[in-house]
């Protein structure tokens, strides 16, 4: 193995021991003073690890474990041929037990709580109902097509298409149109969905018409609180959870958290096609009020359509900081764009809420967005987040605004892979 005085260089390789798991699907190691992240390896595991990219400065590089040296005995024989080095990149966690997998998620969410919140918090990762041993859940699989019109899964951080025969951990009606299979001339990707009713469809872009696809949630009575059942009307291509069982269960702890009393006024932001906008109606009633934001112009269109009988739903199509009246906000930077401008606050948008649920994309919802919501007086905020560091900075946002943390439940809804989905619950800290 070469050695380099000024750091490691692409293509080197080096034996490490492993000292933890990190957020992001990765582990860590280090040599001669340098940080590796290092893909398809354990904590306690000494491999040895190929570097695949350095970082700025060479302060750290990213590398993969091409050989075990001391495996982990949470190791175990990767059930997708096509996960490792070098190959389909969607899976970082094929090579670790399931329940070690649960175990590594909520270790990076109480890190991240922690390290960024300053709350030590105690978190499981809980199952999602709807996938057998961790796979054959995923009911969304975008391939990519090769120049040669070959679908498959692209490598790691990268757009060269691996010519797979079929993802372990797509539905079975994803595998049913054997994608894999047929040639897609012309096409650069191939969307393809298994919704909860009817057929699975499969979409090429650019070109292909875009088809609806009906999802039907369905959360049973219990604990006084009534049963639900809604079909939402949702395009191929916009968004809706991967896995089948996703929606009712985080569905389920919103409304567990929340306990909504019919006669209240519920906020539903990032409402997307209006998921938790429907089961809020029904449970704040006639004499109750819910305001549903998104900026998505077609899952706007589709929520205004199908909540629209139900009486006591508004739906504001903008972006959540614009209908606060904020002024957007650059993230990666924390810079203020439009030199300042702010957008008119949506009229329809209340002063004051009972309850309030935030949905945000990755990059989380930002201290100003919290703030708007602080000001709204809530007796409680739910947080659905699919990025544990967001939702821990925000966190923090609402600690400082008055909240405290009342609850937090983790759920595996995308195994074999390092992404967690968290539901957090926050009241008044003097309540």
């Known amino acids: 193995m070469a050695e380099h005085p000024e750091g490691l260089a692409v293509g080197d390789e ?12 990765h582990s860590i190691a280090r040599a001669d003073g340098q940080v590796l992240f290092v893909r398809h390896t354990l904590p306690g595991e000494r491999v040895r690890a190929r570097v695949t990219e350095t970082g ?27 996960s490792g080095p070098g190959r389909c990149g ?32 105690d978190v499981d990762v809980e199952p999602v109902p709807g996938d057998d041993g961790g796979l054959d859940w995923r009911t969304r699989v975008e391939f990519a097509v090769d120049a040669e019109g070959r679908a498959g899964l692209r490598r790691h951080r990268s757009h060269e298409v691996v010519p797979v025969d079929h993802c372990r951990i797509a539905a079975p009606g994803v595998d049913a149109l054997r994608v894999t299979e047929r040639t897609w001339p012309g096409a650069e990707l191939v969307d393809v969905v298994a919704p909860s009713v009817g057929a699975p469809v499969a979409v090429e872009v650019p070109g292909g018409p875009v088809p609806d696809v009906l999802e039907r949630v369905e959360v049973p009575a219990a604990d006084g609180r009534p049963g639900f059942v809604h079909d939402f009307s949702v395009s191929a291509r916009g968004f809706w959870q991967v896995h089948p069982g996703a929606p ?23 409402c997307g096609v209006g998921l938790f906008a429907a089961a809020l109606s029904e449970a704040v009633g006639p004499d109750g009020q819910v305001v549903a ?23 504001v199509g903008a972006r959540v900081d614009d209908a606060f009246g904020l002024a957007r906000t650059d993230r990666r ?17 209340p002063q004051r809420a009972d309850v309030v649920v935030l949905d945000p994309p990755r990059t989380g919802a930002g201290p100003a967005v919290v703030g708007a919501v602080a000001d709204l007086a809530p007796r409680a905020v739910a947080y659905v987040a699919c990025d544990p560091a ?18 937090l439940r983790a759920f595996d809804a995308f195994p074999m892979t390092h992404h967690v989905e968290c539901v957090a619950i926050f009241e008044p800290a003097t309540a």
């Open 14 to 25: 080096v034996e490490v021991d492993v000292t933890a798991f990190a957020h992001g699907g």
């Open 56 to 82: 700025s400065g060479g302060r750290f590089v990213r590398a993969d474990a091409v050989e075990v040296l001391d495996a982990s005995p949470d190791r175990v024989v990767p059930p997708c041929p096509w």
């Open 90 to 121: 969607g899976c970082d966690l094929q090579h670790v037990a399931l329940e070690a997998q649960r175990r590594l998620k909520a270790g990076v969410v109480r890190e991240q709580m922690s390290r960024l919140a300053g709350l030590e918090v």
């Open 248 to 270: 009712a269960t985080f569905l389920t702890a919103v409304l567990d958290g929340l306990r909504v009393r019919p006669g209240e006024r519920a906020l539903d932001l990032y």
């Open 293 to 315: 934001v998104e900026a998505d112009r077609d899952a706007v269109a589709r929520a205004t359509e199908g909540l629209g009988a139900a009486g006591n739903v508004a739906v």
């Open 333 to 349: 930077r924390g810079a203020a764009r439009g030199r300042g401008r702010r957008p008119a606050r949506s009229p329809l948008l």
């Open 390 to 407: 967001a939702l821990a900075r925000d966190t923090a946002a609402l600690l400082a605004r008055g909240y405290r943390l009342v609850s």
